[in-house]
Structure formats: C-alpha cells, structure tokens
C-alpha cells in the first residue's frame, strides 16, 4: 500500500521563475491537501482538491494555483517566484469520514524549495 | 480566529522517562478532530494520534496518549516510556472547514 508520494525532493529557482510540484495521494484517498512549511514554523494551509475542483483555500495569492487530476493525482503550481516562497512544501491525502468534513490527513515527504 | 498554542518550544528528557506536551486551541466548532503530528529530521509529518472531540474517552496509541479537555480546549500528548526515535518536532493542530490548522511546535530532544 503506497503512501503519499512527492516529486521533486528538493528545487532550486530563481525569483520571477515559476515552478510545479507534484503529489500522488495514498491509495483509495480522493482528497489532496498542500501546505507551505517555513523553517521553523507550522505549515500553512494552501488549498484543497476534491474532485477535480479546489474545495477551499488559504490566505495565498493567485499566484499559487493547483490541478487535481482523474486519477487523484495532483500539482501545485507558483508563478512569479519570490524569495519568500522558499519552504517545505507538503501534501497531504485524505478520504472524507461518513458524516462530516472532519478527515485524517497523511502527509507526504514534502518538497524543499529554494528561491534565490 | 482559529488557534493552536503550544508553550513549550522545546524540551528535552532522559530516555525512558515520560514527557507531556501541552497544547491548548481556540475554536468555535462544538465538532472537531484534533491531532499530533511529528516531524523528524527527515522532515516527513507522521501522524501520532487523532482525537475526536465528541469521544471523552481520551485516545491512546501504545505509549502515546492524550489528556483532552474539551471545556478548557486543552489538548496535551503524553510519551511514556520515550525512546531516542521519539526525538523530532510535535506539532498539535485541530480541522476546521477542510484545514489542519497547526500550532507552531515543540520540538523534543530523547537524551541518552
């Protein structure tokens, strides 16, 4: 049984370039999450996709978007790099519980990205 | 606006021994989930334990437990027995509308 998987492990850009991160959710998970790690911070939540569609989203600009595709896969997209967006970046899958939103999310190895 | 506080940035104890870390939270849901994550150095977040807020039998996971106080929105993890692949950060966080909101973690060292 495959867990969250997360592709590349570590990217370096420089500001104004503009990136894609990729994430494969646990098997029979429907669910994808991304969240922005600062060193030495909690994450931050991004955005969420079910079904194709983001379900709810954070306090990020439009210049971070994301894609969820049929097979549940998923990309995160930033455009116009700043300095700031240099973190760990995370992806989390879950499956919706009976009954509410309330969902356990798992958590892949994350993707370390550098803006120079 | 939804928050998770844990006071302690960082501890440290003698392997075996046990350690609490504290976590308190501020929401307005009356139905939530709440959970620990760790964080090794290999950066990978593993889920500790999971909560659920309408349960008041406080959750266990082998040496993991928690002491959850729904009225005082408190939420602490207990390690019994710590061992030195305990050593990472905890992050406590809890969901609301689709998002684990996260404290900012206390990051625990196993000395030997």
């Known amino acids: 049984d495959a867990g969250v998987t997360q592709s590349p492990t570590h990217l370096i850009k420089t500001r104004g370039q503009q990136v894609t991160l990729r994430c494969s959710p646990k098997s029979g998970h429907d669910t994808v999450s991304w969240y922005q790690q600062a060193l030495g911070q909690g994450p931050q939540f991004i955005f969420q996709?079910?079904?194709?569609?983001?379900?709810q989203r954070g306090n990020f600009p439009d210049r971070f978007s994301g894609h969820q595709f049929p097979n549940y896969s998923s990309e995160l997209n930033v455009n116009a790099l700043l300095l700031g967006d240099s973190a760990l970046y995370l992806c989390?899958?879950?499956?919706?519980?009976?009954?509410?939103?309330?969902?356990?999310?798992?958590f892949g190895p994350g993707t370390r990205l550098l803006v120079l | 606006a939804q928050t998770v506080t844990q006071s302690q940035p960082e501890m440290s104890v003698q392997e075996a021994e046990t350690v609490t870390l504290s976590c308190t939270y501020d929401?307005?849901?009356?139905?939530?989930?709440l959970f620990w994550y760790k964080q090794p150095p290999s950066r990978q977040m593993i889920l500790v334990i999971r909560?659920?807020?309408?349960k008041q039998q406080n959750a266990t996971e082998n040496r993991f437990s928690v002491n959850f106080q729904k009225a005082a929105k408190s939420f602490s993890l207990k390690i019994s027995d710590s061992q030195l692949g305990d050593t990472a950060m905890y992050f406590c966080?809890?969901?609301?509308?689709?998002?684990?909101?996260w404290g900012a973690g206390t990051k625990l060292i196993i000395k030997p």
């Open positions: 966080a809890f969901i609301e509308n689709y998002q684990l909101i």
């Open positions: 989390a899958s879950s499956f919706p519980l009976s009954g509410g939103p309330q969902e356990t999310q798992y």
């Open positions: 909560q659920e807020a309408y």
């Open positions: 996709y079910y079904e194709e569609e983001e379900r």
């Open positions: 929401t307005s849901e009356n139905n939530y989930y």
